[in-house]
């Protein structure tokens, strides 16, 4: 197998580097446009075949959420419906609205403090691209600086797929009659023979494989968020599927549920919380370059929220793939008023569960909390 520097001496036949940015047409040294507050802007209209190799950008706004509040989308070959459609923080890689550190092979967002964004996904196109952001903020983007690097081709061969990405997003339910609860701490816990409730982070139809995926958790309570188990669905195939996983640290090729930060080319948590236990936000990544996952016709992609998804949790995912067109239409994305994160958790409402537990254990005034 060569490396990714592998053929890089092989000379090329047909292939012309292109670049569409924001640069100052004057000459002048204004290299940024504005986006105000509802618009949307062109940042990549091409015509022809070609393939778009690297795409940075950053951004100046005085919204602090709108990492959340911009919205990225890509079209390939005039189709109408994006092909990609994602919040544009969790697209390259910043959840929650937040900006931070994250690195990987395909996806970064780089210093200073992970306000440059940038994509190395190949996306191919035959017949055209159109790439935009939208501004669902009530505040302009001051300054928007981009680069779209791309090639020009004669042609993309049958066998091109077109690149795709899927933002979704939860709060998920609490599912079996013994309550919220993990490691049968509660309750035993049942047993899982079924994906009907599991948060769901790929529904695609047609042929194609999957690359990656960036998973988002927020976790209202301090315990483990990670017993669940990924399931995949191939071509309509029933449970237990092709696939089926171990936990959710498992498939972040991560073991005995980790709290630390960690930045693997291939995986990693570009992001972990500072709370009692596992409450509050954790990033996890990976991304399936040496062992994509194959679908001839469709594919089904979910993971447990806690064992037999017995956990309140606000999961968001941003999912890759390449497939054949047409792809399955997206459900329409949130509006912006409903992407908000949900309240932290703190130590006010910490004190309130204690009040609240010290009256079901007869209010005691010794109860120190480990009482059952």
């Known amino acids: 197998m060569q490396g990714p520097l592998g ?38 209209v091409i015509p022809g ?26 079209y390939w070959d005039g189709e109408t419906e994006p092909s990609v459609e994602s919040p544009l923080g969790d697209f390259f890689g910043q959840g929650w609205g937040e900006e931070y550190i994250f690195q990987s092979l395909p996806l970064a967002a780089a210093p200073a403090g992970g306000r440059a ?18 501004n669902e903020s009530d505040q302009d983007i001051v300054s928007l600086y981009y680069y779209v690097d791309y090639e020009e081709h004669d042609s993309m061969p049958d066998d091109a797929g077109r690149f795709h990405a899927w933002w979704n997003r939860e709060v998920t339910g609490v599912q079996p009659a013994e309550g919220e609860t993990e490691w049968s701490i509660i309750a035993p816990q049942s047993p899982n023979k079924t994906d009907a409730h ?23 309570g301090p315990m483990w968020y990670g017993e669940g188990d990924d399931m995949w669905m191939i071509d309509g195939e029933c449970w237990p599927g092709s696939l089926h996983g171990t936990g959710t640290e498992d498939f972040f090729n991560s073991s005995w549920c980790p709290n630390e930060l960690y930045a693997h080319p291939y995986f990693g948590y570009a992001r972990i919380p500072d709370k ?9 990544y990976r991304f399936f370059l040496e062992d994509p996952v194959y679908f001839e016709k469709s594919l089904r992609a979910s993971i447990e929220h806690g064992h037999d998804n017995a956990l309140t949790l606000d999961l968001c995912t941003v999912s890759y793939w390449y497939q054949t ?10 509006p912006a008023a409903s992407r908000v994160n949900m309240p932290v958790i703190g130590p006010v409402d910490v004190h309130r569960w204690r009040h609240a537990w010290r009256g079901a254990m007869g209010n005691s005034p010794t109860l120190w909390g480990n009482e059952k």
């Open 7 to 44: 053929s890089i001496y092989r000379l090329q036949n047909g292939v012309r580097t292109k670049r569409q940015s924001s640069y100052d047409r004057t000459g002048g040294n204004k290299d940024c446009v504005p986006v105000p507050a509802g618009s949307t802007v062109d940042i990549a």
């Open 49 to 74: 075949a070609g393939i778009v190799r690297h795409i940075w950008m950053t951004l100046n706004a005085p919204d602090k959420f709108i990492r959340r509040n911009a919205v990225i989308r890509m």
């Open 117 to 134: 964004l940038n994509s190395y996904f190949p996306m191919p196109f035959g017949d055209g691209a159109r790439i935009t952001i939208t």
């Open 198 to 220: 599991n948060y769901m982070f790929a529904d695609i139809a047609g042929k194609g494989h999957f690359v990656g995926i960036n998973y988002y958790v927020d976790s209202p």
């Open 276 to 284: 009692l236990g596992w409450m509050g936000r954790t990033h996890c």
């Open 325 to 334: 067109e047409p792809h399955k239409t997206f459900v329409t994305l949130p």
